[in-house]
């Protein structure tokens, strides 16, 4: 049987595959959160011609139904059929993902001060070649040469081994090696090549959250990022957040599953890079993981049981430098595939490379630093001490449990204004054009707009006499946000989605103000206060502070970094001082477990309003509303 697409290509199906999967096998990917389980209602195409089983609509409405739309997770053809994809379900994998603010990552590195020096080294030998008097085997000569570069304790896998031969041959036993550094005194062989065979070197920064998974494929001789991969952690179909993962994982036996489901995302990132690029596989030899402790352990097939059981305690922190083969990624088997190191359950690798890539460990001043991501984790410090905490904030802000929620990448409204006279909105979208949903910053812009105008009251409960805008919805009272005339699409804002936001930034504050009390400090003692996240390009920093997410501070005090994970396993991947650097961060970090000191329910109920119960807090916001 054939699927076709409009404007597009046509692939063989069976009624074993669903549209979903036919579409993925060749390289056609659609938005899918729930990663095919067929709750998340997002992978929608629509039936033009042919027929088709339909195992559930889910979330899909009368009037789409009506149109012929589908969810692909859960069709599949039963003789040929032509399908359309709507914009709003295409998922891009390549570069217009906003995935981080920093363009110009070489001029990033260079401002570290440090020199380019790879995970993965190269070394040029010319070897003597054998003779009667010089007979000793291949390998234990190409020890000899390498000693006398210096580099000493080289160890080979059997692959490497198994083409030395050919290799030294060919290039008349000249040969370029590549290795990785274990540490002082141990070296693993990565690959040799005859000099003749010019081949770039690439390696990968890998960041692994537990919503989105990111991938920056990198020239490693010069630092320059070539591509920009990104798509959903599929894992979501087992759960949005890392406990429901670990429960999977442990309770369901289903480690396997979660394991293969994330490696065969990045995989999938890998195989399409390097397809575009014309990259051999083998020739990416160094990659770097950043992700929270829960998605590392699963990465590995660690057993993450013990992170959610007091005293919650992992099974790695500082994981060994291990290899392609072990880490079943689409690269040269023997790549150096180096971890960034986590500081507790719930503080991450991911948290570790954001701090490197904020410099404040650099900085005498005090500095705050925010990551709000599928959680949020917050930490306090400067160049001698950071204390750290997390805060569970939920996915909301990349569009987790939230009916029009998306990453911030095309399609997706940034923001919100709202009209003071006829009380209607005006949005503006990533890329232009006809908006698909709303990701975090939007979400942030719309709560305060409403607020301000009155839709919504202190808790975020709308007020249908304002406008009628506000109508009855399938899931109680909602906000006309957007209407696509064409499509014949409403996106809104819904009574539940305004309950989660709430309760996520009220989590959020809840977090930095303990953490703060902990420290001894007050917010006056901050000289810097940087937000990561996947916000897109920006986050209204004005319009966080209204909602009561983050402190009432100036805003030249805040700097928005976007996605600093992946940007710090950029850094680690480029540089051995930085890879340093970054463990010393991890060493410095003191863990604060929220939930033991005391206090945090009555900081979580006093932020459960617009922008808190406490308005002295938020003495800016008080003025700028009349409070
Ligand atoms: S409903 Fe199909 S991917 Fe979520």
Redesign the pocket.
Known sequence: MKLSITGGSSFETNGNSTI?ETLKANGVF??????????????QVKVISGGATVKSY??LGQQERHDGIT????TSATSDLHIEIPEHSKLVLGGKIAVSIFKDTVAYLQSYGVSIDPLAKRVSLTLPPPSIQDNIGDLQRLCRSLEEMGITNMRFAHKFVSTLMETLREGGFNTIVSYSKQNDTVCDAISAYPPAHPNGRFGLAIDIGTTTVVVYMVDIANGAVIDIGSTYNSQTKYGDDVITRIVHATEGGGLADLRNTVVGDINTIIDFQCGKHNIESRHVEAAVISGNTTMTHIFWGLNPASIREDPYIPTVNYYPLWHGSQARLAINQQAAVYTAPSVASYVGGDIVTGILASKMHRSPGISLFMDIGTNAEVAIGNDEWIMTAACSAGPCFEGGGIKFGMRATQGAIESIKIDPATLTPSVSVIGGGVPTGICGSGMIDAIVELYKHGIINQKGVFNPAKTPLVREGEDGLEFLIYRDIIQQRDIVLTTVDMENLIRAKAAIFAGVSLLLREAGLTLDVLERVYVAGGFGNSLNIEKAVMLGMIPDLPSDKYIFLGNTSIIGAYLTLMSDTLRGELESIASRMTYIELSVVGGYMDEYMSAMFIPHTDLSKFPSVAAALGL
């Open positions: 979903y659609l938005v899918s959160p729930c990663g095919g389980k067929g709750t998340c209602g997002k992978c889910g979330k969810l692909a997770c859960q």
